[in-house]
C-alpha cells in the first residue's frame, strides 16, 4: 500500500496564503486584457437574457435573500420526498404562508405556478393551465401546483432521471455546441454498505452506457466521461478507517476504472471535505500503480481540485509529483469548492486554529487563478478541465492557456452559466464539458439546494451578471487588486476579538497527523493517578479546613479570582494531550470525546471567570427620573444597593460520563463565585478528578479551598452531603441519586440549603416524513450510541413516522453494524466499553427483557459478541422496535435505542413523550418550520435540538441541564448559572442622617 501523503497544514493564515498566491500570479496574467475579452460576453448575455427557467433567471426572479426565493429552496429540498399528503400539505402552507409577508394571498404561489405552467410549455409541449392551478381550489391543489414547479425546477438541473434519457438530452445539446458531458449519478454519500453497493452498480451501468457510444480509437477527452464520489462507494469514508478503505473501497473503484479505461473514457474522482483529502490522495496513488501496470495509456482518469482550500496549489504540487512518480496522465478539474459553509462550522466547532479553506470570495478566485497556472504549466502530467461560471475567469484562463500552449477544456454545470458558454463557444477551437448530474428528482435535493445556495449568493458571479444594477466595471473587478483579508473571526476569536474577550478553546483535527501525535505519544507517557479513597471520619475535618479557607477565598477579589481561573484555562489547554490519555485510559473515551471533554472544561473555566465578574460587581437598584415634577420614583434620601456574595462551602458531586468537564465545571463555577469546594468524583474516574485538582492548585486554587474526597456514594458522598454547615449541592447523575440528596437536605436542620441537580431522562427524537433519512440516520447515531451512549442527553426513544418509518430503520440498521466497537485508544473506534460491570450487567438485563418483549431491530450476532470478549464491558449497538410510547419505562444508560413509530397529529406524540415523566433533551426533526416551532413549545424538557444530533452542548452559546424534570436547573454554561451559588444582600443607606437632605432641597431652587 502506498505511504500516506503529506500536504501541509491546511490551518494556517489566509492572509500570508493568499499573498503567496498573489506572487505566483505576477506578470502571468493581464486583468485589464482579460476584462476586455469578457465584457462583450457579458453585454451579450444581458441584451439576449437567458430563459427564465436557467439559473441566472431564477435567482433573479426568487433571490436567496427573499422570503420567495427561500420558499422555493425549502421546498425544492424537501417536497419532494415526502410520501404523505398531509405533511406535504403542511410543508407547502408552512414555507408559503411564510413567505407572504405583505399579506398579499398568493403571491407566492401564483409565482411558483406560473412558473410551473411555463415551464410545462417548454417541457412538455401541450400542457394544459385547466387544471386550476391559479386559484384557491383546497390544499391538495396548492400542494400539485407547487410540487409541479419543484419537479419541473429538477428538470433545469438534472439531466435525466436515467442514462438514456440523459444521453437524449446530450445529443440535443452537442448539435448546438461542441461539447461533451462528465455524468454525475446523484446522491450523496453511502450510510449502508447496501447503499454503497448500489451506487457502485449505479456507475457500472453508467459507464456501460458511455462505453456503448465512445470512440475506442479516438481523443479521449473528445468522449464523455463520469464523475464518482468516493464517499458514495464506502460508508467509513474516513481518514480513522484508512485500512478499511484501502483494502475495501481501491478494488472497487479500480473495477470501475477498469471498464473506463477499456471504453477510452474519462472517470473523475469528484471532491469532498477537507478532512477526507489526505485519503483521497491516498486511494489515487493505490489506483495510479494499478493504472501504470495494467492500462498505461489510459489518460482519463481525473482528480477535482477545490481553489477555495488553502492548499490547493499544494495539492496540484503533489498530485503533478504523484503522476509523473507512476508515468501516468492526469486529468484534473478544477473547482472552487462545493462545502463552504461546512468547512467554516467545522473548523468552528472544533476550534481549531485557521480555516482550511479562503474566508473571503475574492481569496478564493485568486487563489483559483493561481491553481490554473500551476495547471497548465505541468502539460506532461495533467490535462486541466477549469469548471468556472465567471465570464472574466474564463477569459483569464484563456489567456493564460494562450501563453502556455498547453492543451485543456473548460467546464461547466448543467443547467448553469448557459449564457456566457453560448457567447464563448462560437470559438470553435475551445473545448467545453458539461457536469451533468442523473437520477430520480426525488434525490437532487441535496445537490440543487447547494448549487442554489453557491449562486445565490450576492457575491456570485452568476447573481451579479443577473443584477444590471451592477455595472461591467464592478462585475468585472481584478481579484489581483484587492487587500488580501480574512472576512470571518477566526474560531479562537467567536466570541469577540476585542481586549478582555473570552477566548474560545483550542481543538484539534484527528486527520491532521501533526494534531493527533501528540495525543498518541501522551497515552504511552501519562499514567493514571493513584487516588485514595477518603474516611468518612475525616470529612469533618475537611469542612473545617474548607470552611476555614472560604473566610479568605471569599474576601479576594472577583478580579483575582477569575485571573485564576483563567490561569488554570491556559494550563489545562496547554495539558490537552495528558488530559486526553488520562480520560481514554480511565473513562474509555474515544479520542474524538476527549478532546472536546478538555476543550470544555476550558470554557467553563474562562466562561465562569467572565461571568463572575459581570455578575458580581454591586448595582444600584434602578430610578427612574420623573422630568415633569423634578424627582426620581423611590425613598429620597436613601441609597439602594444589591450585591451578591459567596454561600460558603459547597459539596461538588460529578458523574463519570463527564470527570473533566462537569467536575471542572461544577467547581469552577463555586471557586468563582467565592465558594470553597469539597468535590467527590466518580469512583470509577478518580485520576482525571485528581489531575484536575492538582492543576487549579498549581494555577492558584488555595489547596483547602478545593478538597478532593473519592469515594462511593453510599458513603463518602452521604456523609458530605449530611456535614452540618454545607452551603449547597451540585450533583450530576442519575434522577434516583438526586431524590436522595434532596431528601438528605430536606431533612437536615439548619438553612435550607440549595441543590444544583442535572440528570439524565428517557430522551425522545422525533421525526417526520418531511425530515431527511440520512441526516436523521446521522443524528440518531451520534445521539444514540456516541460515547456507547453513556450521556445524560443520548438519545433513548426514537419516534419516526410512518410513512419513512422502513426505510429510516433500514438505514439506520446498516449504519450502526458499521460502527466499531473496542479499544478508545485506537483512533477507529466509534464507541467504547461502558463503564464498569455493573453498568454492563445493568444494561443487559434490559437488553434481555427487549428481545422477549419487543422486535428486535438490531443486536450484534453471537460471533460478533465472542469476536469483543477480549475487552471487558464492551456492548454493540442494540435497537428494538415497541408498540407504544408509553411501553418505555426507564432510561437505559447505554447504547440501546427504542424505537416507536407514529402517525397523526404530532403534538399528541409530544404529549406522550411529556406523560413519560422526565426528559433531558428532546429532537425534533422536520422541514416544517412552524411545526418545529409549536412541537418544541409543547415539550417539557430542558433542551430541544432541531434538525441536528442531540449531544455536544457549546458553553456560553448552548447552556445545558434542566430545570423540572430534569433536575433543578439552572443551566450549566449559562448566563444564570452562577447566581445560585450565590446569596444576594442588599444595603441601603440614609442618606439624611447627618444633616438633612441637601439634594432635595437644592432640587427646590
Known amino acids: 500500500m502506498p505511504s500516506a501523503s503529506r500536504l501541509p497544514n491546511p490551518y494556517r493564515p489566509e492572509g500570508a496564503t493568499v499573498s503567496q498566491r498573489l506572487q505566483s500570479l505576477e506578470a502571468a496574467l493581464d486583468w485589464a486584457d482579460a476584462a476586455r475579452v469578457a465584457a462583450p460576453w457579458v453585454q451579450a448575455v444581458r441584451d439576449n437574457p437567458p430563459p427564465f427557467w436557467a439559473m441566472e433567471s431564477l435567482l433573479k426572479e426568487y433571490p436567496i435573500s427573499s422570503a420567495e426565493g427561500l420558499a422555493l429552496m425549502r421546498l425544492a429540498e424537501a417536497l419532494l420526498r415526502v410520501p404523505d399528503a398531509e405533511t406535504a400539505i403542511a410543508l407547502t402552507a408552512d414555507q408559503l404562508g411564510r413567505a407572504d409577508f405583505d399579506g398579499s394571498g398568493d403571491k407566492v404561489l401564483a409565482r411558483l405556478s406560473s412558473t410551473a405552467i411555463a415551464m410545462s410549455k417548454h417541457f412538455l409541449p401541450g400542457a394544459s393551465e385547466g387544471s386550476g392551478i391559479m386559484g384557491k381550489l383546497g390544499a391538495k391543489t396548492v400542494v400539485a401546483a407547487t410540487l409541479r414547479a419543484v419537479q419541473l425546477l429538477g428538470r433545469q438541473f438534472v439531466l435525466g432521471q436515467t442514462m438514456p434519457e440523459a444521453m437524449k438530452e446530450a445529443d440535443a445539446a452537442r448539435k448546438k455546441s461542441n461539447v461533451c458531458f462528465s455524468y454525475d449519478m446523484l446522491g450523496e454519500g453511502a450510510r449502508t454498505d ?20 465512445a470512440n475506442k480509437t479516438g481523443a479521449l477527452a473528445k468522449n464523455d466521461g463520469i464523475s464518482i464520489k468516493l464517499s458514495a462507494l464506502f460508508p467509513r469514508y474516513e481518514d480513522a478507517h484508512r485500512e478499511q478503505v484501502l483494502l475495501v473501497l481501491v478494488p472497487r473503484v479500480w473495477t470501475l476504472c477498469q471498464a473506463a479505461a477499456t471504453a477510452n473514457i474519462n472517470l473523475t474522482i469528484d471532491a469532498e471535505e477537507v478532512d477526507r483529502l489526505e485519503l483521497s490522495l491516498e486511494v489515487l496513488e493505490a489506483l495510479l500503480v494499478r493504472v501504470a501496470t495494467h492500462c498505461p495509456q489510459w489518460t482519463g482518469l481525473g482528480l477535482a481540485m477545490q481553489a477555495y482550500q488553502t492548499r490547493a496549489l499544494e495539492l496540484i504540487e503533489h498530485v503533478t509529483a504523484l503522476a509523473r512518480k507512476h508515468r501516468v496522465k492526469l486529468m484534473c478539474r478544477l473547482v472552487k469548492g462545493a462545502y463552504w459553509d461546512a468547512e467554516i462550522k467545522r473548523a468552528q466547532e472544533l476550534g481549531l486554529p485557521h480555516y482550511p479553506v479562503f474566508t473571503h470570495k475574492h481569496h478564493t478566485d485568486v487563489s483559483y487563478l493561481a491553481c490554473a497556472r500551476a495547471l497548465l504549466a505541468v502539460p506532461d502530467a495533467i490535462f486541466p478541465q477549469f469548471a468556472t461560471h465567471n465570464a472574466a475567469t474564463i477569459a483569464a484562463i484563456l489567456q493564460m492557456g494562450a501563453k502556455s500552449g498547453a492543451t485543456f477544456e473548460l467546464q461547466r454545470l448543467h443547467g448553469m452559466g448557459e449564457g456566457v458558454y453560448r457567447e464563448v463557444l462560437k470559438n470553435p477551437l475551445i473545448s467545453c464539458r458539461i457536469y451533468a448530474p442523473v437520477g430520480a428528482h426525488r434525490d437532487l435535493l441535496a445537490y440543487l439546494v447547494r448549487r442554489l445556495l453557491e449562486n445565490g449568493a450576492n457575491s456570485s458571479f452568476v447573481h451579479q451578471l443577473a443584477d444590471e444594477s451592477v455595472g461591467m466595471q464592478e462585475l468585472l473587478i481584478s481579484p489581483l487588486r484587492l487587500e488580501p483579508h480574512p472576512s470571518l473571526p477566526l474560531p479562537a476569536d467567536l466570541f469577540g476579538s476585542h481586549a478582555g474577550a473570552r477566548a474560545n478553546s483550542t481543538g484539534l483535527d484527528l486527520t491532521v497527523p501533526a494534531h493527533r501525535e501528540p495525543l498518541l505519544a501522551a497515552l504511552n507517557t501519562t499514567p493514571v493517578p493513584v487516588v485514595p479513597e477518603a474516611d468518612v471520619k475525616t470529612i469533618p475535618g475537611a469542612y473545617a479546613a474548607c470552611a476555614s479557607s472560604y473566610q479568605i477565598w471569599s474576601k479576594v477579589p472577583v478580579e483575582d479570582r477569575a485571573v485564576v481561573l483563567r490561569r488554570a484555562a491556559d494550563a489545562l489547554q496547554a495539558a490537552m494531550p495528558q488530559f486526553c490519555a488520562l480520560l481514554v485510559k480511565e473513562a474509555f473515551k474515544t479520542w474524538g470525546d476527549a478532546v472536546s471533554e478538555v476543550r470544555e472544561a476550558v470554557d467553563f473555566l474562562r466562561y465562569y471567570a467572565d461571568e463572575a465578574q459581570r455578575i458580581m460587581q454591586p448595582i444600584s437598584c434602578p430610578v427612574v427620573a420623573n422630568a415633569q415634577m423634578g424627582y426620581q420614583y423611590g425613598v429620597t434620601g436613601e441609597t439602594n444597593t444589591l450585591r451578591l456574595t459567596a454561600r460558603g462551602v459547597w459539596v461538588c458531586i460529578s458523574p463519570w460520563n463527564f470527570p473533566l468537564a462537569i467536575f471542572m465545571g461544577q467547581v469552577a463555577a463555586a471557586l468563582a463565585t467565592g465558594n470553597t469546594v469539597l468535590a467527590k468524583p466518580a469512583e470509577q474516574t478518580p485520576g482525571v478528578a485528581r489531575a484536575a485538582v492538582d492543576l487549579m492548585v498549581a494555577a492558584g486554587v488555595p489547596a483547602d479551598a478545593l478538597q478532593l474526597l473519592h469515594g462511593a456514594g453510599e458513603t463518602v458522598g452521604a456523609a458530605l452531603v449530611a456535614q452540618p454547615g454545607v452551603a449547597g449541592v451540585v450533583f450530576t447523575g442519575s434522577t434516583q441519586v438526586a431524590k ?95 463503564i464498569d460491570h455493573e453498568a454492563f450487567d445493568n444494561i443487559q438485563r434490559h437488553i434481555a427483557r427487549l428481545k422477549k418483549e419487543s422486535k428486535v431491530l438490531l443486536a450484534p450476532a453471537e460471533s460478533a459478541q465472542a469476536a469483543t470478549k477480549p ?27 427504542q424505537v416507536v413509530r407514529w402517525d397523526g397529529n404530532p403534538e399528541d406524540v409530544i404529549a406522550q413523550i411529556n406523560a413519560l415523566g422526565y426528559g433531558l433533551t428532546l429532537g ?82
Open 194 to 213: 447496501k447503499d454503497a453497493l448500489r451506487y457502485l452498480q449505479s456507475y457500472a451501468d453508467a459507464i456501460e452506457f458511455i462505453a456503448a457510444r
Open 924 to 1005: 425534533i426533526q422536520t422541514r416544517i418550520d412552524s411545526r418545529a416551532q409549536a412541537l418544541a413549545a409543547a415539550a417539557h424538557v430542558g433542551n430541544i435540538y432541531i434538525n441536528r444530533n442531540m449531544i455536544g452542548a457549546v458553553v456560553g452559546v448552548q447552556p445545558f441541564g434542566g430545570e423540572g424534570l430534569s433536575g433543578t436547573g439552572p443551566k450549566a454554561g449559562g448566563p444564570h448559572y452562577l447566581y445560585r451559588f450565590c446569596a444576594e444582600q442588599t444595603v441601603t443607606v440614609n442618606t439624611t442622617a447627618a444633616g438633612g437632605n441637601a439634594a432635595l432641597l437644592a432640587s427646590m431652587h
Open 740 to 834: 436522595i440528596i434532596q431528601r438528605a437536605l430536606a431533612a437536615k436542620d439548619g438553612p435550607i440549603v440549595p441543590l444544583i441537580a442535572e440528570t439524565g431522562g428517557i430522551n425522545a427524537m422525533l421525526v417526520d416524513s418531511s425530515a431527511l433519512p440520512e441526516q436523521v440516520v446521522d443524528a440518531v447515531v451520534q445521539s444514540a450510541f456516541r460515547s456507547a451512549g453513556q450521556r445524560c442527553s443520548a438519545l433513548r426513544l426514537l419516534v419516526v413516522h410512518s410513512a419513512i418509518a422502513d426505510g429510516v430503520i433500514e438505514m439506520l440498521q446498516g449504519a450502526a453494524e458499521l460502527l466499531l466497537a473496542g479499544n478508545t485508544a485506537d483512533l477507529a473506534t466509534d464507541l467504547g466499553p461502558v
Open 871 to 897: 475487552i471487558a464491558n464492551l456492548i454493540a449497538p442494540h435497537a428494538f422496535e415497541v408498540d407504544h410510547i408509553a411501553n418505555v419505562k426507564a432510561e437505559i444508560f447505554g447504547p440501546v435505542l
